[in-house]
Nanobody, 115 residues
């Protein structure tokens, strides 16, 4: 059974830092394309960052060098390191694992940026 579980969200002040994690079981992250998405209340889900199996990374325009997506194959875990967080980054962050038309979603982790 495949499970994808996010963690690491929380409340942080503007300018702060968080590191999200997405742990997989029953699935080998190293051969999948891995995405971080986010969804704020009343808004569509948007793509934050992508890491391909070959190691290529892409980011949403709003990231502007503040976030880094990475993967630890030994731990089968995806990360999103976030710096200089702003209130506009407040959202539920989701991990998506996809390959050949099949994808798996986690339940999300809440990130709130507020003073």
């Amino acid at each position: 059974q495949v499970q994808v579980v996010e963690s690491g969200g929380g409340l942080v002040q503007p300018g702060g830092t968080l590191k999200l994690a997405c742990a997989g079981s029953g699935i080998m992250f190293s051969i999948y394309t891995l995405d971080w998405y986010r969804q704020a209340p009343g808004k569509h889900r948007e793509l934050v960052a992508t890491l391909t199996a070959s190691g290529m990374t892409t980011y949403g325009d709003f990231v502007k060098g503040r976030f880094t997506i990475s993967r630890d194959n030994a731990k089968n875990t995806l990360y999103l390191q976030m710096h200089n967080l702003q209130p506009s980054d407040t959202a539920t962050y989701y991990c998506n694992v996809r390959r050949q038309g099949v994808d798996y979603w986690g339940q999300g982790t809440q990130v709130t940026v507020s003073s």
